[in-house]
């Protein structure tokens, strides 16, 4: 890897340039066979963080393009409180956002209210997706529900397959995403926990996990 | 694991509510022992999405609570432009940013101006950290610079280490992370390529990529 150190000896720049230009012919030639546009099922799952973050950036990403979008909330205590007050707070126009349960299971100790709101959550989902108005619908922490059986998955896996429109953007988070889902999914990333404070004592922190 | 299923025959649920119970207790013990605060050094790294992006809901989720921090992108061209645009337009009194790099190296195909680049973005870097306004401090992307060695990776360990205030957060985002800075860090997430549309050419696009 001669040409990833610091070296600003003239030859080394030359052999350095002469590289990239290379490298650059050849990246361009490949994004110029992606030419297609479609919406995406898009899963984001593992048990590191950043799964609903990175979903909330796309959402954020829509509001900036002026593009439309929805998040349903299927769980409340999943505590991406920032997130949801900012969007509230300042884009309600361009985000419909519905926060439908009322926190993890082991919080409520109420299975059939639990069940009842996942079922509810689901079908304002549904309503979400099947609006043309909408280019991206956020299913946050849906993985969840589906896996209690809340949310039976066959019926996600058909309704997407089979009555999400073509261009509308869907975006599942949530640990333990189904494996069925994940072979539906066009982008399916695994967020891996590699290091965690909790281990050394650190409770959440307000900007950092809410 | 028969809690885990749709039933809701009395008995069942009796032993759900009982079941959950004690599992509530058990984590809110956990969660009693996590006292401590501090500033933590946070890396987003690997090859999937979301790297930038829940980095970015970390700054929004900042924003959201009034506290100050700072964005230093140190290649340009990695296509947040929408966190980027949102964050210019809403919240520059809260958000100062800052991008310094001019894109992928093979883009610019000029070494010495990439090094310089990389260098000026380090020293805003290290200048926004010490600022004891900023609550946060975002160094998006770079990890390539430090893969490069554009930046210096014992430069970076030591500022992070001895410099960084004890309550200030800072997010270092890139693939390819380096071994010392993840034993530095307290919280390190990788984000894992499972399945990516590329693959079956569709292109990046709006709302999604950026």
Redesign the interface.
Known sequence: MTE???S?APE??AR??EK??K??AA?DKI?A??????G?I???T?K???????A???I??????G?K?AVVQFIKGAM????R??IL??FSDLCDFHTMGEGF????????RD?AMARAAWEKAKELIRDPAN??VLLDEINIAI????V?LADVLTFLAEEKPPMT?VVLTGRNAAEGL?EL??????????????R?????????E?
Do not use: C, N
Request: net charge positive; aromatic share 8%; glycine share 8%.
């Open positions: 990833e150190t610091a600003t080394d720049l350095h340039a990239m230009a490298k650059k990246r994004m066979t992606k030419t297609g546009e479609k995406l898009i899963v984001h593992g590191g963080k950043g799964k609903s973050s990175a909330f950036g796309m954020f990403r829509h509001i900036a393009h593009r979008s991406s409180t920032g997130e007050d900012l707070r300042h299971t082991w919080e409520t100790q109420d299975k059939a069940i280019s991206m896996r209690y059986d809340y039976p953007h994940i999914a066009d982008l399916v990333t695994e967020m891996e926990l590699v290091k965690h404070p909790f050394s004592g650190i409770k959440a922190q307000q900007g950092v809410f």
